[in-house]
């Protein structure tokens, strides 16, 4: 994402800047994931399957890696990441419910395959409801 202009934000994949990356940052959002991962693996291993998978479902380097783009980048680029996040997750609930409703019927290769076509089309479209909306452009 393009920081300093006005209008709404661009995606752009920048494969250089990958070398950028200190390996303390690296460190912090593994050591975090996989101690996410843990605790969800205890807590389903203790209450049961269902509550783990809640656990689950938490984005494992989502927290880690936000606080270090804010302290790197700064808070608009963290924020803007939180909204993809988010809006990722909708596309996620979109998945699980076409997956749950259609894997019994279709069977499992084609219930994953339109399932992940919603997600791709829920996460796009909000993507692009939210920059119609024009949030992430200096609010």
């Known amino acids: 994402m393009s920081a300093g202009r006005s209008g709404p934000p661009h995606?752009?994949?920048?494969i250089g800047r990958v070398r950028e990356v200190r390996a303390k940052a690296l460190l912090v959002r593994f050591a975090f994931g996989?101690?996410?991962?843990?605790?969800?693996?205890?807590?389903?291993?203790?209450?049961?399957?269902?509550?783990?998978?809640?656990?689950l479902a938490f984005p494992a380097i989502l927290l880690a890696s936000l606080t270090l783009v804010a302290k790197e980048e700064d808070l608009r680029a963290a924020?803007?990441?939180?909204?993809?996040?988010?809006?990722?997750?909708?596309?996620?609930v979109?998945?699980?419910?076409?997956?749950?409703?259609?894997a019994h019927t279709v069977g499992g290769w084609v219930a994953l395959a339109v399932a992940t076509l919603a997600w791709v089309v829920v996460s796009v479209a909000g993507y692009l409801?939210?920059?119609?909306?024009g949030h992430g452009a200096d609010e």
Do not use: E, H, N, Q
Request: net charge positive; charged share 15%; with cysteine.
């Open 129 to 133: 409801l939210v920059r119609r909306l």
């Open 34 to 55: 996989a101690a996410v991962s843990t605790v969800a693996g205890v807590v389903s291993t203790v209450f049961g399957p269902r509550a783990g998978g809640v656990l």
């Open 79 to 92: 924020r803007d990441d939180a909204r993809g996040a988010a809006i990722g997750s909708v596309g996620m």
């Open 94 to 102: 979109a998945f699980a419910i076409v997956c749950a409703v259609s």
């Open 11 to 14: 995606v752009r994949v920048r």
